[in-house]
């Protein structure tokens, strides 16, 4: 279905999703990553709507989580145990039990303490848990800052200087078997030459290890292939194929290691917009501004990060004007966009604001105690 087409008689706002851009992206990443036999867990977090979740389990993704409820909601949706992943610098004890209890196929972990809780916990539950090492690789992945996670300054990981000093630590615990190791750079990265520094810097781990004569049989690259907000219509699938290849060139993989990714935003991004009716025109002196019915509790992008997302009206054709595009929410930051080219705009068209199938509803809240979006499918 057309953005133009859209039914006027919804309730906005609202996500809606084009599943058949879905679909036709999941076939890509598959055919990319199948050629190397890589594979894909979707990133939870991204956007946990449970129809667009059965989709993807539904082609054969695994699932990567973030907190317990990402768990539950993953096995829910169809993702099998044996395909979930579950990562995060401070999961508590009823996540790691409730993970536990699920059998799901591997904890990244942050820290020491981390695995000491969890082997104490799965002592108490008697079961052995397969953990990988989430390793701060110190790799710079020239994003935004608050998504940048592989450098030494974040919280994320394990610090390469304490790597040693971990391993040899956790392989005395008896109920953790180290399975692999876990990176995960940022998000938003759209220059492969930082995914090449983290190929480079792996192998050198890995040579390390080695040396040591110890070899895992799993790594685990995260996610973080960016999309392009600018232009989502001349390119709404991301170069999955760059993407892999980058991998397959660079990383020195030992017999039989099995490769790991977790994409999010790259998978869902661009199937989904936020869809907005026009409240009002307001005349300021030096601009206007379109008010939306949707606010920065719909969308948070743009107030959180900057963040750029095209914004169209598909309801108007007239000539075009400049606005500020703002939501009603009781904050200034409450702004999808500056000086932002619409066709002339009026109370009642309707708005959509693209590629926001990422970290749109998942991060959406009820500030204001307004309303949370709804979601509407393209099939
Ligand atoms: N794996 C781990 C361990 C992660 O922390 C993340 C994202 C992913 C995978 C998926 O990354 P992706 O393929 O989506 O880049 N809310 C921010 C993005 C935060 C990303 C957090 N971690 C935004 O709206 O831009």
């Not at 946990?48 to 695994?62: D, M, R, T």
């Not at 009002?280 to 750029?308: H, S, T, V, W």
Request: aromatic share 10%.
């Amino acid at each position: 279905m057309q953005l133009s087409s859209l039914p006027s008689n919804i309730q906005t706002p609202y996500y809606y999703y084009n599943i058949e851009l879905l679909e036709e992206t999941l076939r890509l990443v598959l055919d990319e990553s199948k050629r190397y036999n890589y594979h894909v867990h979707y990133a939870i977090k991204a956007n946990a709507n449970p129809v667009l979740l059965k989709l993807i389990s539904g082609q054969g993704f695994g699932a990567d989580c973030v907190s317990g409820n990402e768990v539950s909601c993953a096995l829910e949706c169809g993702f099998p145990a044996n395909q979930v992943v579950y990562a995060g610098v401070g999961k508590s004890d009823q996540e790691i039990e409730l993970a536990l209890k699920n059998d799901i196929f591997c904890f990244n972990c942050e820290s020491l303490p981390e695995i000491e809780v969890i082997n104490e916990i799965a002592q108490r539950m008697d079961k052995k848990v397969r953990i990988a090492i989430r390793v701060n690789p110190n790799v710079d992945a020239h994003t935004h800052h608050y998504i940048t996670t592989g450098i030494e300054e974040n919280k994320f990981g394990v610090y390469l200087y304490d790597l040693e000093h971990v391993i040899t630590e956790l392989v005395k615990l008896p109920h953790i078997e180290l399975i692999g190791l876990h990176f995960h750079i940022g998000s938003q990265i759209t220059d492969m030459t930082a995914f090449r520094g983290l190929c480079i810097r792996a192998n050198e781990i890995q040579a390390k290890m080695k040396e040591k004569g110890m070899v895992l049989p799993h790594i685990n690259f995260g996610g973080g292939l960016g999309i392009d907000y600018q232009s989502p219509e001349t390119n709404p699938i991301p170069d999955f194929k760059a993407y892999f290849e980058t991998f397959a060139k660079f990383f020195e993989p030992q017999p039989n290691q099995q490769i790991h990714f977790e994409l999010g935003r790259s998978i869902i991004a661009q199937c989904g917009s936020l869809i907005s009716k026009v409240l009002y025109i307001k005349e300021g002196k030096k601009r206007k501004f379109a008010i939306l019915d949707a606010g920065m509790n719909d969308l948070l992008r743009p107030a959180l990060y900057q963040a750029y997302h095209k914004i169209e009206n598909i309801s108007s054709d007239k000539l075009e004007e400049k606005y500020d595009v703002v939501g009603p929410i009781c904050e200034s930051s409450d702004c999808f966009g500056k000086d932002i080219t619409l066709n002339a705009t009026q109370r009642g068209d309707m708005i959509a604001i693209r590629s926001a199938g990422a970290y749109g509803e998942t991060m959406a809240s009820r500030y204001n105690l307004r309303n949370l979006p709804q979601s509407l499918f393209s099939k």
